[in-house]
């Protein structure tokens, strides 16, 4: 087949983050609830989640603050206010490798205010020292050869310290406040706590820090990290223990995904392109797509993924909340309450998930090119003869006016072919086709498909038939493509600095609801509960292959073809 490339002209798509082609550079964070500062960075207008309004936080060396007033304007303060940001948890894997480097990155860009001061807690005993020297080792530029590296990482880490404790304990948490507030030197105390921590420990800590650690006249804020429970039943206890100590809108639940560029593009590619929105529907669209693929396994993992498995792992969080993302109706606004309430809409209009519209498979072990991969019951750390799925696939329904009967395919797993999480929306076919006979007999290989790839090397492109040049009638099929490496030449932010500068701002619209969260788990607790009682066995599949071949027979159950198996994966 030959290869042609249609490109779409820059200005052809409205992006959330237009730029022009150059040398690569950070991108700034400026939605709608920010201000843009001539050659100044971006100024917040943030709200106080008990009431108080946010006077002092500024950005960069810069005299306005928050809602662009003067420091001098409303109640007195002591210079200003402060941020103090909290990570529970600061020798762990997640804070050493993600957080502590998202806060790093948002310093580097002038994102942060100008007074604000880091904490790691933990149990280890540790000084402020090795824990800077233990944060140094992963904290990263992210562009090589700028300007000033070494500098600005010096003066990130000398407002980095520790303070030891244990979880379940005020006394730790008391220590916390009082080098908080001589942190603080008198101005108004704003507080972010981040819980990387296991979440059989989240209302232990939360109860300890609320009662000692909380500011007494600014806003006291809980980052929490998914999993949020293993069914309704311990998600909705683990709410309610929260909401004894903290109101809902101190409680940011963070699904990293939800900070991915692509994702946040979703809407703006819908909502903003005429193009788009009117084929947004049963009327056009045939099936829609989310894929996550993982080259790797478990890797000594398995121990914590065992109690969870891949659908309470990635189905029931990062795919289900793309997906009411894209299947919404049209927001009222941008403001985050009329969006999530759009996304309840949807989880609340789902069919619950059935065990005939779930395939489920674990990897075992493979040779390939003389290397052997182990399967997932040969990790250590896996109770012997575990049926933990490591792969999921399912169709679910949307039963509302927009989506009656398009099915909306999940499918993800660990050790597979590829790397990959993606959205792929395939159109219906053209009525009464006058180029069927060009085509051949194969029609579903001959409409049109949307592909939105989330990672790695995020993309939009969309597929159509065009005319082979020559004198003969042959059709092939083009992207249309928006390759974000080649349009803009600058570096992404990571999903977790949007989301920290989020929850610093009070912006929740990227985090979920206690109610968002019920829906979800409504879907699909009635089939964990099913597969668990039941100890349904999951089909092996080779390390490194493209999964169970059940899969396969789930979509064709529905006329529906994997679009990520045709031979044709959208690479460029």
């Known amino acids: 087949m030959a290869a042609t490339a249609f490109r779409f002209h820059p200005a052809a798509f409205f992006s959330a983050h237009p730029g022009e082609a150059g040398a690569k550079r950070p991108l700034h964070h400026c939605p709608p609830h920010r201000i843009l500062v001539p050659r100044r960075a971006c100024l917040l207008r943030a709200k106080s989640s008990n009431g108080l309004p946010q006077i002092g936080a500024s ?26 940001i909290t990570v529970v ?56 050869k700028r300007k000033n590296c070494g500098g600005k990482m010096e003066q990130f880490l000398q407002r980095c310290f520790y303070q030891s404790g244990q979880y379940n304990t005020e006394e730790g948490f008391a220590e916390l406040d009082r080098k908080l507030k001589e942190k603080e030197e008198g101005r108004l105390p704003n507080r972010l706590f981040y819980l990387s921590i296991p979440p059989n420990i989240f209302v232990d800590v939360v109860r300890s820090a609320s009662r000692t650690a909380s500011s007494s006249s600014g806003w006291t804020r809980f980052i929490v990290e998914k999993p949020f429970g293993r069914d309704s039943e311990s998600s909705g206890e683990l709410t309610r223990s929260l909401k004894k100590y903290l109101a809902e809108e101190q409680i940011f639940r963070i699904d990293h995904y939800l ?12 909502f903003s392109n005429l193009v788009f929105e009117p084929l947004w529907s049963r009327n056009y669209i045939r099936n829609v797509q989310l894929i996550f693929s993982e080259d790797f396994g478990t890797e000594g993992r398995g121990g914590y993924f065992d109690n969870y498995g891949i659908i309470r792992d990635i189905m029931q ?34 069919r619950q998930l059935k065990l005939e519209d779930v395939v489920v498979g674990q990897y075992k072990g493979h040779t390939r ?31 509302n ?33 006058l180029y069927r006979r060009n085509i051949g007999t194969d029609l579903d290989t001959a409409t049109n498909e949307l592909v939105l790839r989330v990672q790695p090397d995020e993309a939009i492109y969309l597929k159509i038939n065009n005319k ?36 610093i701002e009070g912006e929740r619209r990227l985090f979920i609801r206690s109610d968002e969260l019920d829906a979800a788990w409504g879907i699909f607790t009635p089939v964990l509960r099913e597969l668990e009682d039941k100890r349904v066995a999951p089909e092996l599949y080779p390390y490194g292959s493209r999964g169970p071949v059940g899969a396969h027979y789930l979509a064709a159950n529905y006329n529906v073809r994997w679009g990520d198996v045709t031979g044709d994966d959208g690479s460029f």
């Open 317 to 350: 969080n990062h795919l289900l909340q793309i997906l009411a993302l894209f299947a919404m109706e049209t927001p009222v606004s941008l403001d985050a309450e009329d969006i999530r309430n759009e996304k309840v809409k949807v989880l609340r209009s789902m």
């Open 89 to 144: 948890g600061a020798s762990g894997d997640l804070a050493k490798k993600k957080i502590f480097p998202a806060l790093f990155a948002l310093f580097y860009e002038d994102c942060l205010p100008e007074h604000f001061t880091v904490f790691g807690y933990a149990r280890s005993k540790m000084s402020d020292e090795e824990l800077r020297t233990m944060i140094s080792r992963t904290l990263t530029c992210r562009i090589d």
């Open 468 to 503: 082979v040049p020559g004198l003969g009638m042959r059709l092939d099929r083009s992207n249309l493509n928006l390759l974000y490496s080649e349009r803009y030449r600058r570096e992404i932010p990571d999903a977790y600095e949007r989301l920290l500068l989020d929850a």
């Open 401 to 433: 006016a927009r989506w009656d009967g398009v099915p909306f395919l999940m499918k993800a797993g660990k050790a597979l072919h590829t790397r990959r999480a993606e959205i792929r929306v395939q159109f219906r076919r053209v009525p009464g086709n």
């Open 59 to 84: 950005f960069g060396n810069t005299n306005e603050v928050l809602d662009g007033r003067p420091a001098g304007d409303g109640p007195p303060e002591q210079g200003g206010s402060t941020v103090s």
């Open 259 to 270: 900070g991915k560029e692509l994702v946040e593009n979703l809407s703006v590619l819908r």
């Open 369 to 399: 090119g003389g290397k052997s991969f182990p399967g997932y019951a040969d990790d250590p750390t896996v109770p012997k003869g575990s049926i933990t799925p490591t792969f999921a696939a399912a169709a679910l329904f949307i039963d």
